[in-house]
């Protein structure tokens, strides 16, 4: 069983398009996370949500906008792509929480990526 | 706030070498600090991870890292590199289980015959 899966794994789109990147996980984590990985292989965090509540949003352009329906899933939509949204796409997704007792360890667990190619 | 830095974009070791992967740190908490590879087209899977305690840590495949408090560091070691350790490795670090994680710029390890 995939822990943390995406779809698609690959989008080849024009500029201008919208497209949707989805992702699940079942860990039974409370915190998911959309990253980016650029073509020196830069990972930078871009959203984060905790219980379906958004608590990590960078600098990103608002072309970009995450929605977590559920704690299972994070889903990332991008309108209007333009040539420097080429990138790979991680989700990922950690148990956090405060001190020993909460089970938390700060490890984030990855999906394979989505590689978006805006042509 | 944190922040890595990955000496060396580039390393390349023979098989059989050993492995010595730098990593140093900024944190104004104590660091919570973690080594995660990435192989060709897959996504980033943990190596090993320091929170609290032994600061030895070991991890999958071989590695080890040491934290170390008084150089800011997270070194990742292997005593012997293997053909398969060829991947691109990031060390990373939060101030906490609630905290978001910084990665470094990554390290490409090359293994050569």
């Known amino acids: 069983d995939t822990a943390v899966s995406q779809t698609p794994k690959y989008l080849v789109t024009q500029m201008g398009n919208d497209k949707s990147i989805k992702c699940e996980q079942n860990?039974?984590?409370?915190?998911m996370y959309w990253y980016k990985q650029d073509s020196k292989k830069f990972l930078k965090i871009m959203f984060s949500?905790?219980?379906?509540?958004?608590?990590i949003n960078e600098t990103v352009p608002n072309r970009f906008s995450p929605k977590s329906p559920d704690k299972a899933h994070l889903n990332l939509h991008i309108n209007s792509l333009e040539l420097g949204d080429s990138a790979v796409y991680f989700c990922?997704?950690?148990?956090?929480?405060?001190?020993?007792?909460?089970?938390?360890?700060?490890?984030?667990?990855f999906g394979e990526g989505s590689r978006l190619t805006v042509l | 706030a944190q922040s890595v830095t990955q000496l060396g974009s580039h390393v390349s070791v023979s098989e059989g070498a050993l492995v010595l992967l730098r990593c140093n740190y900024s944190?104004?908490?104590?660091?919570?600090l973690f080594w995660y590879v990435q192989y060709p087209n897959q996504g980033l899977q943990l190596l090993l991870k320091?929170?609290?305690?032994?600061?030895l840590v070991k991890g999958i495949n071989g590695f080890e890292a040491e934290f170390k408090k008084s150089e800011t560091s997270f070194h990742l070691t292997k005593p012997s590199a293997h053909m398969s350790d060829a991947a691109e490795y990031f060390c990373?670090?939060?101030?906490?289980?609630?905290?978001?994680?910084?990665f470094g710029t990554g390290t490409r390890l090359q293994v050569t015959l």
């Open positions: 949500y905790n219980n379906k509540e958004l608590i």
């Open positions: 860990l039974g984590h409370d915190t």
């Open positions: 320091y929170t609290t305690g032994a600061t």
């Open positions: 944190s104004s908490v104590p660091p919570y």
């Open positions: 990922a997704s950690s148990k956090t929480g405060q001190g020993v007792t909460s089970g938390a360890t700060g490890e984030l667990f």
């Open positions: 990373a670090v939060s101030g906490g289980t609630a905290s978001k994680l910084t």
